[in-house]
């Protein structure tokens, strides 16, 4: 009797482990994002879930607004009737990828419009060591040397990317207006911006949307989050070393 049940717990044992296998066997190996796959991350070097305040951020927004920027349930919001600008306060340099999620909020707030899902990155001031000095209004940015992506911009009617080149001027790299480049509502995007090797890529929720090859490439600079005119909900701010 004895024996017979120690037979039995060992193929229930035997049974067991074979069905959890099994099961662990078939399930879908997880996909490999699309950063995965062209790039190689090496560490990270900064993250921000915005449960602790915003000591990592400056703000500048334009003179006269009406604006709330400030952490609610663990994201960052940005609610402005004018422009602002939330800056990363450290200095990125070399081969990076900037990662976060963004949402364009449309619910009937006063401010709620569907527009200008945009960023600036590699961002410096060739004639200031000290970038932070603006109010916030866009025009005043026209002398930075940065990289610039504004999605859904002008009531969500273009999507562009621009290099400025520290002197006034705003080169046009990309310019697209078809609607599978433009704003939904209330969508939770997911943000990936990659410097490295003298070319810049974005991606919004794994596509390309922008790439360029800069010979005369931007290696260092701050990122910022930029709007005008709407509310906006940011979290899960990344920052990686590339390979």
């Given at each position: 009797m004895q024996q017979?049940?120690?037979y039995r717990i060992s193929i229930f044992l035997l049974g067991l482990i074979i069905v959890v296998f099994g099961i662990s066997g078939c399930q879908p190996k997880k996909k490999n994002s699309v950063i995965d796959e062209k790039f190689?991350?090496?560490?990270?070097?900064?993250?921000?879930?915005?449960?602790?305040?915003?000591?990592?951020?400056?703000?500048?927004?334009?003179?006269?607004?009406?604006?709330?920027?400030?952490?609610?349930?663990?994201?960052?919001?940005?609610?402005?009737?004018?422009?602002?600008?939330?800056?990363?306060?450290?200095e990125l340099s070399g081969n990076v990828l900037i990662r976060y999620k963004r949402r364009v909020v449309m619910e009937d707030g006063p401010n709620d419009r569907l527009s200008d899902m945009n960023q600036f990155w590699m961002a410096s001031d060739p004639r200031n060591p000290d970038l932070f000095t603006r109010s916030g209004a866009f025009a005043e940015y026209d002398s930075l040397l940065m990289y610039y992506a504004g999605i859904g911009g002008n009531y969500n009617e273009t999507t562009r990317f621009r290099k400025y080149t520290g002197d006034g001027n705003r080169v046009l790299v990309h310019d697209l207006t078809d609607e599978a480049h433009l704003l939904k509502p209330n969508h939770t995007y997911l943000i990936e911006i990659v410097v490295k090797d003298g070319q810049t890529n974005v991606f919004v929720d794994?596509?390309?949307?922008?790439?360029?090859?800069?010979?005369?490439?931007?290696?260092?600079?701050?990122?910022?989050i930029r709007t005008t005119w709407s509310r906006h909900e940011i979290d899960d701010v990344e920052v990686y070393r590339l390979k």
């Open positions: 017979n049940r120690h190689r991350i090496d560490e990270l070097l900064f993250e921000d879930k915005f449960d602790s305040g915003m000591n990592n951020w400056l703000v500048e927004v334009a003179p006269d607004s009406t604006v709330h920027i400030g952490i609610q349930n663990e994201k960052l919001v940005i609610d402005t009737d004018r422009g602002a600008t939330v800056w990363l306060n450290r794994e596509e390309e949307f922008f790439s360029f090859m800069d010979d005369n490439p931007l290696t260092r600079g701050y990122f910022g």
